[in-house]
Structures are given as structure tokens and as C-alpha cells.
């Protein structure tokens, strides 16, 4: 039985008020024009008395400890623990969405946990956690939080990691990235009809936060593509999504195409087939594309990592579960080929396990 807690009334930022009363929002591309009383598009943020608040600031749905390679990023301390949480709401309308019964939420039935950002930095680190994790929804819509666990983070060491859809302004982008040190992107299709008829969004801003973390900021970032059958698997989306990825980002961005499982309001679809994913990856490779993994499937080729020197297997991965381990720091131990990405020089031992902890 989960006990509500009371949504909060922080000071939101990235707002402006309008001649005729109203305040826009301008975190995200929506620009969601507000009258006191209303709530945005995400649900979380409001106008209560001619001023933004972020009503989840400090809630949380839960915390989980995962293996890093589950948001996913394989090139970002692999093996390592990462205390993962997210609040409820999002700023996107995925009908296929994975987390719908957080990211839906509009009560607060679901935010069972309370914690300060300085609670959950040291929780990370009783863990033994390398990293905290903003996920499970979009941390853009709670950043002021997400950037207040991560300014406690850093003082203590404690690495974040944003799993996001990449949905926010220029006006947003700066002062959010600023305190991240990693990044999951979810390039959740190439089209524009595909973003707005199965995501209730748009392209081009998304492609926008793609550029920003690769040309304006040392954030390691990795991209998901969550390849739903009939809907964004074409041969020729993935050739053109391809090019777009290897002209603008470089060879060294590792892509993750994942498999779909039938969700929410797109119950009508099968699961993505194994030989699609393996498709999808041969394309974006055969673009120059170094760092190109199939995940949510059995697929220890497509899973692991391969020195792009020499073609020998660098680091075994079956899933979450890692097994071989063939890099010196970030080099290749056969060739010395430099890796992308931030390596210890031994795996984190953390295993397969997703562990939930309750905080207070
Ligand atoms: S963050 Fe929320 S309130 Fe702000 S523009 Fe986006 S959907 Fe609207």
C-alpha cells in the first residue's frame, strides 16, 4: 500500500509572464501558456498564484539500484551501480510508452518517497553506487530538482546521469546540462509525423539537445532507439536517421536499438523481432558507427563492445551481465585503439540485480 505525499511549491524557473496575465513555460517546446490554477502539459509544473512551481520537487516513485548498463550506457563505467529514481508526469505523450504508470501519473498516488537531494547523494554513496540516475520519467520537467541531487552528488563524488527524451528549449538546455556528467537520449524515431502522431511532439528539438551535448558540452551521451515494428524500423528511416547521426555526432556516440514490447495504448503491436535489431545495427554501422548495440534481447555479438582497431571482442555483456573484460584504462589491450567513454580499469561487480531501497 503506497502512502501519497503532498506535492510541494518550489520556485520553478525557465518561465515568463505574458501581457495578458498568463505564464509560459519555457523549458520545454510546448511553451505551455498558463492562467493561475492550471497545470502544463506534464502535470507537475503550475501556476499558483502568478508564479511557476514545480509541485514534485523532493517526491520521488521510488528508488531502485540498477546496473548502469540498464538505462542503458555501455561506455560509462560499465559494471557499476547506479541509485536510480523518477518523479511522475512527462512532457511527452508516447502511446507506446514503457513507464506509463509513472509518467501518466496525474496524482500523486505514486510518489511515495520524499528525500532531499543531500538524503539521496549519501544514499548513493552508502550503496556504493558510482552514479545517481534521473529516469523512469523525464528529469527535464523536474530540473530544478534533478539539478539540486546533482550539485549534492558532485560534492560527495557521485556521478548523474540523465535518461531523457531530449525535449527542451535553448533556453533550457544550458543550465540544465551544466550539472550532468552523462546522458541517455532517446531518438525515439526520424520523422516528424512520427513524433507527432505517436508522441504528441516534434523532431527537430530533440536533434537540438543531440548536437548541444556532442558540440557544446563534455557530457558523455549514448542514444536509444526504442524500434517498434511497421512504426519507425523502415530500412529507409534507419538509413537516413544513420547518416543524420554519423554527419552530426561522429563515429564514437554509441547507439542502442532496443526491443519493443507491447504498452499502453499500443497494445496492437508484436514484439520487436531480434532480426530487426541486428538489421538496424548493420545499417548504422556500415555508416561508420563504432559503438552499435542491440538491447532487451539475448544478443551477446550485439551486446558487447568491439575494439574498432581490431575487431577483437573489448568487453562481453549478455544483457546486463558482463563477462570478458579486454581494456587497459580506455584502450584496446590487444591494439591500444582508444575507447570513447569512461572506464575504471576493472568492471564495477554489480551484476544483473535491480534492487529497490526506500529511502526514509
Ligand atoms: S515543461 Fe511542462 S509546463 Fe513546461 S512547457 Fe513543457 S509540458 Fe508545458
Redesign the pocket.
Known sequence: MVTPVAQSDYPAK?WTPLPDGRLE????????K?RSGQ????F??QNIGDRMVLTTYGRSSGFCVDPIEKKPLNHFYPGTSVLSFGTAGC?LGCRFCQNWDISKAREFDRLADEASPETIATAAQRLGCKSVAFTYNDP??FAEYAIDVAKACRELGIATVAVTAGYMTDDSRPGFYRHMDAANVDLKGFSEEFYRHQCYGELAPVLDTLKYLRHQTKVWFEVTTLLIPGENDSEAELEKASDWFSANLGPDVPWHFTAFHPDYKMLDKSCTPPGKLTRAREIARSKGLRYVYTGNVHDADGSSTWCPGCGQRLIERDWYVLGEWKLKGNRCSFCGFEIAGHFEEKPGNCGARCLPVCLS
Do not use: A, Q
Not at 513555460?25 to 505551455?32: E, I, T, V
Open positions: 525557465w513555460c519555457r523549458l520545454c517546446p510546448r511553451l505551455c498558463l497545470r502544463g502539459f506534464c507537475v509544473r512532457n527535464v520537467i
